[in-house]
């Protein structure tokens, strides 16, 4: 079973930042992505952004130039750093990971998922 823990997140006024961490399991297949998704109430779920065993990431445009993903092999963290926060932004935050080669912003093709963490942004 793999279980991926977060931490982070909270509440923050239009424009301000915050970080969200995961941590994920340490002993992974060769090839795996590990990412952020989020889902709004009423809304589906949406890719933020992933990255691949080999450090390539992917965003989903809203959020380029604001968010900011960076793993750390030897802390086998990922974190998300979330800058210029709008109100547009606010939702439920999930670290998720699945054994592939090919990293989308798909949610479905992810199985493992954290507890999800709150990010509300006020205007």
């Known amino acids: 079973q793999v279980q991926l823990l977060e931490s982070g997140g909270g509440s923050v006024q239009a424009g301000g930042s915050l970080r969200l961490s995961c941590i994920f399991p340490?002993?992974?297949?060769?090839?795996?992505?590990v990412g952020w998704f989020r889902q709004a109430p009423g809304k589906e779920r949406e890719g933020v952004g992933v990255?691949?065993?080999?450090?390539?990431?992917t965003y989903t445009d809203s959020v380029k130039g604001r968010f900011t993903i960076s793993k750390d092999n030897a802390k086998n963290t990922l974190d998300l750093q979330m800058n210029s926060l709008s109100p547009e932004d606010t939702a439920t935050y999930y670290c998720?990971?699945?054994?592939?080669?090919?990293?989308?912003?798909?949610?479905?093709?992810?199985?493992?998922w954290g507890q999800g963490s709150q990010v509300t942004v006020s205007s």
């Open positions: 990255v691949d065993s080999r450090g390539r990431t």
């Open positions: 340490k002993y992974l297949s060769t090839a795996y992505c």
């Open positions: 998720a990971l699945d054994h592939r080669y090919s990293c989308s912003l798909v949610h479905y093709e992810y199985h493992f």
